[in-house]
């Protein structure tokens, strides 16, 4: 086996959050290691340059691992869960796939057990975290509008805001007749050229990638700046596991490289930043006398609390084209008219709408995420005529509790191609979920209505929309009742920090990027600063 | 036998999507594709050795020679019977028939789009006025101090 020179940190995963760190610490002079499982993309292998750009979707550039089945995807077994894990595996991490909706947690999302009760506080604040929402707003550039009620002021966005177009600005009617809040959406996708990269042109799918780079993936936000701080980054790296010294401190990581040798990478710090799953599934595979269940698992509690986003779809039929092919795919508004608890509702927390773009030509013939096929046989083109370019979908996006029987765990037999266990997903829809989709799922008919739609097609819990994945090494004060410290730091391992979507105590009701990269920033300012 | 095949599937697609309203079948749009995805699985060739087959067995119990001859409604009605009892080839088929139709640069043309690549040319979007956030703005914080 190879052993690599001992680095000052090292940083596994080169996804939102790992890029994030590696850049913050290469500015601040830390010798920074990052190993990465996945490549680079290269912006010219991404489907949009092929005619036949959407067989892609549910083929190699599918969101679902066990779809895509590459090389350096790894499977995971997630027959016991209502929600498939969406991730991918590259330079970039998921950032490659994300529709790059922006907004922020709340302050009200950092305080839920004071508030209302439920959950748990976290043991750091919206103001702590304000400064790096900042900093990383710069970094990712974010399109949008300053002035929403729904949030505290907050910086200038770095360009205007994605285009409302016909199918935006029909849905923000809905959302006015009723009196409800919306906004343009946050979207960290450049509508004018910044920062070296170039202004969106509006294809559509930004769910496959980006080739322009308006969008911000990590590969081409974060990435090139930490590279040029000194930072070195190791592709095709995959970790096997985390070492431990005999001082009980974390010694670095065994990783395979991409010939399949495996090496020793020794550091003075560890970084852990490979998601929601990728993280306990790392930990809990590196056992050891000290550590028989787990790295850093003396709670029990590495991969439980597991949270998605639990997402119900509710589409809209109108008479008119709404032009719903071109703008950013996943987002144009979003309204938080039901984000605060109001417990006359029958339900703890509350959700937010987010309206999405239209359904492209085969997405409309199978329904999308909606799944209702048109009718094969004699009456196909009528409804499908009658459906194209006709459709737009409201996602209400529930905040999920966490609960310790949804978790992930190592699964008994399913490796990856290295031989390495892969993860098990559990989860099963709370009552509490279900009965704030269920309010959701009404009250975006309602707006729908309102907008001008004929008909609403309802899909009350979308599979394939575990793009969030959170909460499984929980941030704490009290060792027993999370991983990780207010500073990111393992308590049981104390040179070893988590800095992804599995530190998140809550979820709150919107895409969480945002907010898992500021702790990012956080955890790493914090390092920086104890080094000095 | 792969001719037969051949044959027996365009009639198949046809019958799924039928040429309409200035759109040809999926006979002659969608054959290339779903031959490819059984040519690329063992799996999905099998699926569809077999369904083809029940599809031709019961074209030929409902009294006719194949699918063929039958008229929309016969056919029809054999594929529904197939749908029931073979829903898994069924299943995708369908999919893999609508994937190739609603690919194919002729039907996407049809539809009124470009049928080229999305990248570079993306879309052309007219300037907007900056939304009227007057009225959401008027109602004041709507957010929990914490
Ligand atoms: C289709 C899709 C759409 C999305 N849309 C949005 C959105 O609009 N807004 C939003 O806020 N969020 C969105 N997300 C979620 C967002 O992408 C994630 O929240 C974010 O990327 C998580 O950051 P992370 O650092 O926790 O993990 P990731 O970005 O997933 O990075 C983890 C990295 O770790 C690497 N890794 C894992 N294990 C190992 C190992 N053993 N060895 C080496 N490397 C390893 C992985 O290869 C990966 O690159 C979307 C996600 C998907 C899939």
Redesign the interface.
């Known amino acids: 086996m190879a052993a690599d020179d001992r680095t000052d940190v090292l940083v596994i995963g080169a996804g939102a959050s790992g890029a994030a760190v590696t850049w913050r610490l290469a500015g601040a002079g830390v010798r920074v290691v990052c190993l990465e499982q996945g490549d680079w993309v290269d912006p010219r292998a991404y489907p949009h340059w092929r005619a036949d750009w959407e067989l892609h979707r549910h083929t190699d550039w599918s969101a679902e691992p066990n779809v895509r089945r590459l090389p350096q995807d790894y499977p995971v077994n997630d027959t016991g869960s209502s929600i498939s894990p969406l991730m991918y595996n590259a330079v970039g991490g998921s950032t490659i796939h994300w529709s790059a909706h922006f907004p922020r947690f709340r302050p009200s999302d950092f305080r839920v057990r004071s508030l209302d009760g439920v959950a748990d506080d976290w043991p750091i604040d919206y103001a702590t975290l304000e400064p790096f929402f900042d900093l990383n707003d710069r970094m990712m550039g974010v399109a949008g509008i300053t002035g929403d009620p729904a949030y505290p002021p907050k910086s200038a966005r770095q360009t205007p805001p994605i285009p409302l177009d016909t199918l935006g600005a029909t849905m923000a009617r809905g959302f006015d007749r009723l009196g409800w809040h919306w906004w343009p959406s946050d979207s960290a996708i450049l509508t004018r050229d910044y920062d070296g990269r170039r202004a969106c042109i509006n294809c559509g799918p930004c769910d496959l990638g980006c080739p322009t780079g308006a969008k911000a993936s990590t590969d081409v936000t974060y990435w090139p700046k930490a590279l040029a701080l000194g930072a070195r980054l190791v592709t095709r790296a995959r970790v096997r596991e985390i070492t431990l010294g005999p001082d009980g401190l974390a010694g670095g990581a065994l990783y395979f490289d991409r010939e399949g040798r495996l090496h020793e990478q020794k550091a003075h710090t560890v970084v852990i930043a490979a998601n929601g799953v990728g993280t306990p599934r790392l930990l809990l595979n590196s056992r050891s006398a000290r550590f028989p269940d787990g790295l850093a698992n003396r709670s029990g509690l590495v991969g439980r609390n597991l949270m998605f986003h639990p997402y119900a779809m509710v589409r809209g039929l109108f008479d008119e084209r709404l032009h719903g092919l071109r703008g950013p795919l996943g987002c144009s508004i979003i309204s938080q008219e039901f984000y605060e608890t109001d417990l006359s509702r029958g339900f703890v927390r509350g959700y937010s709408f987010q309206v999405a773009r239209g359904l492209s030509p085969i997405a409309s013939a199978t329904g999308g995420s909606v799944g209702d096929r048109v009718p094969w046989g004699r009456e196909h083109r009528r409804h499908y005529d009658t459906r194209f370019d006709r459709t737009l979908t409201v996602a209400v996006i529930g905040e999920d509790l966490p609960e310790p029987e949804n978790r992930v765990d190592i699964d008994p037999t399913l490796t990856d191609g290295h031989g390495i266990p892969a993860p098990r997903v559990s989860y099963t829809l709370s009552e509490n979920s279900r009965r704030m989709l269920d309010h959701g799922i009404a009250r975006a008919r309602e707006a729908l209505e309102a907008a001008g739609a004929r008909e609403v097609a309802v899909n009350p819990l979308l599979r394939a929309g575990g793009w969030h994945l959170m909460g499984t090494a929980r941030m704490g004060r009290d060792p027993a009742t999370s991983v990780i410290d207010p500073e990111g730091r393992c308590h049981d391992v104390p040179n070893l920090y988590i800095v992804d979507g599995s530190t998140m105590v809550t979820c709150a009701a919107v895409n969480p990027t945002s907010t898992i990269q500021a702790v990012a920033l956080y955890v790493a300012d914090g390092i920086v600063r104890r080094r000095s | 036998m792969l001719e037969a095949r051949r044959n027996l599937l365009a009639v198949v697609l046809d019958?799924?999507?039928?040429a309409?309203?200035g759109?040809p079948g999926a006979g002659a749009i969608a054959l290339d594709h779903v031959l490819a995805a059984a040519a690329a699985s063992p799996e999905v060739d099998a699926l569809l050795s077999d369904g083809l087959s029940a599809v031709d067995d019961a074209a030929r119990a409902a009294g006719g020679v194949g699918l063929a001859p039958l008229g929309?409604?016969d056919r029809?009605r054999v594929?529904r019977r197939i749908e029931q009892s073979h829903p898994a080839f069924f299943d995708s088929l369908?999919?893999c028939?609508?994937?190739g139709?609603?690919?194919h640069?002729t039907?996407?043309a049809r539809?009124g789009?470009d049928?080229?690549?999305?990248?570079?040319?993306?879309?052309?979007?007219a300037p907007?006025e900056?939304?009227d956030?007057a009225?959401?703005?008027a109602?004041?914080?709507?957010?929990?101090?914490?």
């Open positions: 019958t799924l999507v039928p309409s309203a759109f929309q409604d029809e594929l369908v999919r028939a609508y994937d139709y609603y690919s640069p039907i996407v539809l789009l049928p080229g690549p999305l990248h570079p040319r993306g879309h052309r979007l907007e900056p939304p956030l009225r959401v703005i109602r004041g914080p709507i957010y929990r101090r914490a």
